[in-house]
């Protein structure tokens, strides 16, 4: 799926229908907008910043698209196809919390060693602060990356080992939406 054509094959179609949470008209123009934005039908590192900087102007995404991108390109090839923005995007889009779940598990686990460190978390909500720049006023307790990832902490870090597992993490994703709302690329793109 890495070659541009204008349009999806039956057999292409069918099988992102079966890995997404998409239908083939949803999925023919996610793929006419994929193609609009990266007419190669491939998107690099690069492109991934850019299509963020223009959603996010007043701040720097680049440090937490890069994250987001690591997370998509699952194949760790450097390179996004419309399969795996089309399955990346159905996950981010799905009703189901725990897919979100998921995702946002494998976001803040940047090491991919089955727990989310302090320094993870604080990379990622660092990158998140500095995307979002001046156009989100904070609250006094959390108007630092370090207080927001202090207060997560606290409130999910349960056997305070300095590490939240999987059960731990998502216990308190469901208490605190913020922590996967980050992965709402859905709502940036559409």
């Not at 993870?120 to 904070?138: D, H, P």
Request: charged share 30%; with cysteine.
């Amino acid at each position: 799926m890495g070659k541009s054509q204008s349009k999806l094959s039956q057999e292409q179609l069918n099988e992102l229908q079966r890995s997404t949470c998409f239908d083939k008209k949803e999925l023919q123009q996610w793929y006419t907008g994929f193609l609009k934005d990266c007419p190669s039908g491939i998107l690099t590192k690069d492109e991934f910043r850019k299509i963020y900087r223009q959603f996010f102007p007043f701040g720097d995404p680049s440090s937490f698209a890069d994250y987001i991108f690591n997370v998509f390109d699952s194949d760790n090839s450097g390179l996004i196809d419309f399969k795996k923005f089309a399955i990346a995007l159905s996950v981010t889009s799905s009703e189901k919390m725990e897919n979100k779940l998921d995702l946002a598990f494998q976001l803040y686990d940047i090491n991919g060693d089955g727990k989310i460190s302090y320094n993870e978390m604080l990379a990622i909500v660092e990158a998140i602060y500095k995307m979002v720049g001046s156009a989100v006023k904070l609250p006094a307790e959390e108007d630092t990356p370090e207080k927001r990832v202090n207060k997560i902490f606290r409130m999910m870090d349960k056997d305070e080992n300095g590490s939240l597992d999987m059960e731990e993490f998502k216990e308190g994703s469901k208490r605190d939406e913020t922590i996967i709302s980050a992965l709402s690329l859905y709502d940036v793109l559409d």
